[in-house]
C-alpha cells in the first residue's frame, strides 16, 4: 500500500512539473503524421527519466492536443487521464510518426 501511495505522489508531481504551459523556449520537433492524418510533434525538453528508471514521461501534440504520455521503451505508450494523474491503457503505435516519436523519446541524450 505505502508503495502504491509513493508511485502515486512520483507520478503527480512528475505530471505537474510537466503541465506547465508552453513557452517560446520549448522545443518543438516534427515528427511525422498520425494515422488521424494530425500532425505529431514531440516537446524535446519535456523529456523526463521516470523516477524507477523504467520508461520516460513526455508531452506531444497531435493536432490540437497536447497529452502527457509515458513509454516503458518497449514499443508502448500511454497517455494521462485529464485529470493528469490516471492513466489510459497502453497502446501500441497506430503509425509511422508515433513510432518515431517513442523512439526518440527512449534514445534521446538527456
Known amino acids: 500500500m505505502l508503495k502504491a501511495i509513493t508511485a502515486t505522489f512520483a507520478v503527480i508531481a512528475t505530471l505537474s512539473a510537466l503541465s506547465l504551459p508552453a513557452t517560446a523556449a520549448d522545443r518543438w520537433e516534427y515528427q511525422g503524421i498520425a494515422s488521424t492524418s494530425e500532425k505529431v510533434y514531440l516537446n524535446l525538453d519535456s ?5 524507477r528508471k523504467r ?3 513526455f508531452v506531444y501534440q497531435i493536432g490540437r492536443d497536447r497529452p502527457t504520455a509515458y513509454t516503458p521503451c518497449d514499443g508502448r505508450f500511454q497517455v494521462a487521464g485529464k ?3 490516471i492513466f489510459g491503457p497502453f497502446m ?4 509511422a510518426a ?11 541524450p538527456r
Open 92 to 95: 501500441k503505435p497506430q503509425s
Open 83 to 85: 485529470d493528469g494523474t
Open 98 to 108: 508515433i513510432s518515431k516519436m517513442l523512439n526518440r523519446v527512449c534514445n534521446s
Open 47 to 51: 523529456i523526463q527519466l521516470e523516477g
Open 55 to 57: 520508461g520516460y514521461f
